[in-house]
C-alpha cells in the first residue's frame, strides 16, 4: 500500500507497549483502518482532529485519504512514530502533545474540521459529549466519526422505550443525526478489549428553534435520574417542568424513557419561555 513498516513493526521499534491507564488498544489491520478513514466522506484537504494517533495506524489511513491531520497525542512515546508518519507525509500532518480533554479543538483551526478517532474508552463520552455541548450550532466541526465501546454506541443511537435510551440519545438525537457505521469485532485491538466495538458517525443537524440547551439537559438530567419513576415524581424539583407538561397535555404518569426526543424538546421550549 506504501513504502511504510507493518505498524506491529513501529511498535516493536519504538517499544510502544500498549498501557491500560491511557485506554490503549491499537488497531494494526491497514485494510480496516482505511474503511474508517473513508467514513467521513472525502477529506482530501480537509482539516481532522485525531485524538490519541498512538503509533498511527489510523493517522495512515487518514493521510493517505489526502487530510492535513493534527493529532493530540498524550503519550509521549507515540511522538517519535508520529514523527517518521510526517516525514512521509510532509505538510500533512502536526502532532500536538497534550491532553485532549484541556484543549479546544476550535482554537486549532482557522475554519471547518472533520473529527476522528478511535478514542481512549476512558475518556471518550467525556470529549463526545463536550463536542455535542459545542455553545455554537452548527457547531465548528462538520462531522464525528469515532471507535465506540458498542454498548456506548447502541446508547448513542437508541429510540425512546427501550433499556439504551437516555441522556446519551437525547444530547446525541436533538440537534445532530448519530448513525453506526460500521461494527469492529475485539480481535481486530491489540490487546483486545472485552467488548465488542462500533465506528458512530455524527453529523450536526438544524438546531430546533427556542430551546436553550442548558434548559434540555437539566430536564433529561431529572428525567432519567430516575428513570423508573413517573415524571410526575421525577420532574417535580425542577421549576417550569411539570406546568410544561400540562401545557403539552403529556401524561405526567409516563416515564423518561417512554418520551420521544421531540417531546424532550417541545417541554425545554415551554420551560425555556417561561
Ligand atoms: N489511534 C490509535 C489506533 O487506532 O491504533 C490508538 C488508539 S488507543 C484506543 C487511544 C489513544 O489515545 C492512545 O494512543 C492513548 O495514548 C491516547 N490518549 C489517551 N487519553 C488521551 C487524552 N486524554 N488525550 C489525548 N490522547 C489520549
Known amino acids: 500500500m506504501t513504502d511504510l513498516p507493518p505498524l506491529r513493526e513501529v511498535v516493536n521499534t519504538y517499544g510502544l507497549l500498549a498501557q491500560k491507564s491511557l485506554g490503549q488498544n491499537f488497531l494494526f489491520d ?4 482505511t474503511r474508517i478513514a473513508a467514513v467521513p466522506g472525502k477529506l482530501r484537504d480537509a482539516d481532522v482532529l485525531e485524538v490519541g494517533p498512538g503509533p498511527g495506524g489510523l493517522t495512515r489511513g487518514l493521510l493517505r485519504a489526502g487530510a492535513r491531520v493534527t493529532a493530540v497525542e498524550m503519550d509521549r512515546r507515540c511522538l517519535p512514530a508520529l514523527a517518521d508518519l510526517g516525514e512521509a507525509f510532509p505538510g500533512q500532518l502536526r502532532v500536538i502533545e497534550g491532553d ?7 482554537t486549532l483551526f482557522a475554519g471547518a474540521y472533520h473529527i476522528v ?17 459545542a455553545p455554537a450550532w452548527p457547531p465548528p466541526w462538520q462531522s464525528l466519526t469515532l471507535m465506540f465501546q458498542q454498548e456506548v454506541a447502541e446508547r448513542i443511537i437508541a429510540k425512546a422505550n427501550g433499556d439504551a435510551y437516555g441522556r446519551l440519545a437525547v444530547l446525541s438525537q436533538w ?5 453506526i457505521a460500521m461494527k469492529v ?15 458512530i458517525h455524527v453529523e450536526p443537524a438544524a438546531m430546533p428553534e427556542g430551546v436553550t440547551p442548558r434548559t434540555l439537559e437539566r430536564l433529561t438530567e431529572a428525567a432519567f435520574g430516575q428513570r423508573r419513576k413517573m415524571l410526575r415524581q421525577s420532574l417535580k424539583g425542577l421549576p417550569g417542568a411539570l406546568p410544561a407538561l400540562e401545557v403539552l397535555g403529556i401524561d405526567p404518569s409516563r416515564r423518561a424513557e417512554t418520551l ?9 421550549k415551554v420551560m425555556s419561555i417561561r
Request: zero cysteines.
Open 175 to 179: 440537534r445532530a443525526t448519530p448513525r
Open 30 to 33: 491497514e485494510q480496516l483502518l
Open 117 to 133: 478517532a478511535n478514542l481512549p474508552y476512558n475518556v471518550g463520552t467525556a470529549l463526545f459529549t463536550g463536542w455535542l455541548s
Open 260 to 268: 420521544e426526543i421531540a417531546e424532550f424538546i417541545a417541554i425545554a
Open 185 to 199: 469485532h475485539r480481535s481486530a485491538f491489540t490487546p483486545p478489549p472485552k467488548v465488542m466495538s462500533a465506528v
Open 100 to 106: 485532549a480533554l484541556k484543549i479546544d479543538p476550535a
